[in-house]
């Protein structure tokens, strides 16, 4: 697509609830990036995918976050038994970075998660 | 992670000022940096690398000192359109992720 979409952009849901986060990257970019951003706050890394794997995965939180990529495109971020805690903006990024690329990232708009 | 470092502001200038940002890291083998900006919940864009030569794109120059590791980022003749949060992002030589700094918040005013 022409850009990162991300879905839903929007979801409330109660504390204890599983919840499901999509990314669909630019085509064609190898390389995709969750981060999450609370209020105030700077954007924090969760993980890394380059094609189906995660090299690095050293952000996610807690064992209830979990995240895969299929296809080498879309991703799915699932946070299960959400605490208060967990709410933030979810924003998943893509890249064609290689390593050592000067490219930076494009993100997609981002999904306001809210833990009731 | 290691740290990037802003002044969070806000700088409140007036349209035409010149205004400068500054951002310190602590990993002296980071690699790449840029700078982004991001509006109000909105998600973060790219709004320039910078090189070691230091760069400029219209209004907009980055400087890097990799002594200091320190970058900054100047805006000239100011516009309300620039009224932004701007974030300070490094790449370490190692790993995969960009570290972003929490942003200094810009507000131009008439």
């Known amino acids: 697509g022409a850009g990162v979409s991300q879905s839903p952009s929007n979801k409330v849901t109660e504390k204890g609830k599983d919840v499901e986060l999509r990314c669909d990257p630019i085509?064609?970019?190898?390389?995709l990036y969750w981060y999450r951003q609370s209020l105030g706050q700077g954007l924090e890394f969760l993980i890394y995918?380059?094609?189906?794997?995660?090299?690095?995965k050293s952000g996610l939180p807690s064992d209830r976050f979990s995240a895969e990529r299929t296809g080498g495109s879309v991703s799915t971020l699932t946070i299960q038994r959400t605490q208060q805690e967990d709410s933030a903006v979810y924003l998943c990024?893509?890249?064609?970075?290689?390593?050592?690329?000067?490219?930076?990232?494009?993100f997609g708009s981002g999904t306001r998660l809210t833990v009731v | 992670r290691k740290e990037v470092e802003q002044d969070p502001g806000p700088f409140n200038v007036p349209e035409g000022a010149t205004v400068a940002f500054n951002c310190t890291y602590s990993?002296?083998?980071?690699?790449?940096f840029f700078w982004y900006r991001q509006d109000c919940r909105k998600e973060p864009k790219l709004l320039m690398s910078?090189?070691?030569s230091g760069n400029e794109d219209g209004r907009f120059t980055a400087q890097l000192n990799r002594a200091s590791q320190y970058i900054s980022l100047l805006i000239r003749d100011s516009k309300l359109s620039d009224s932004a949060t701007y974030l300070c992002?490094?790449?370490?030589?190692?790993?995969?992720?960009?570290?972003f700094g929490k942003g200094t918040s810009l507000l131009v005013t008439p």
């Open positions: 085509s064609g970019h190898t390389a």
């Open positions: 990993n002296s083998a980071s690699q790449s």
């Open positions: 990024a893509s890249s064609s970075w290689t390593g050592e690329s000067r490219s930076g990232y494009t």
């Open positions: 910078v090189y070691s």
């Open positions: 995918f380059q094609g189906n794997s995660a090299p690095d």
């Open positions: 992002v490094v790449k370490e030589e190692t790993g995969y992720a960009l570290n």
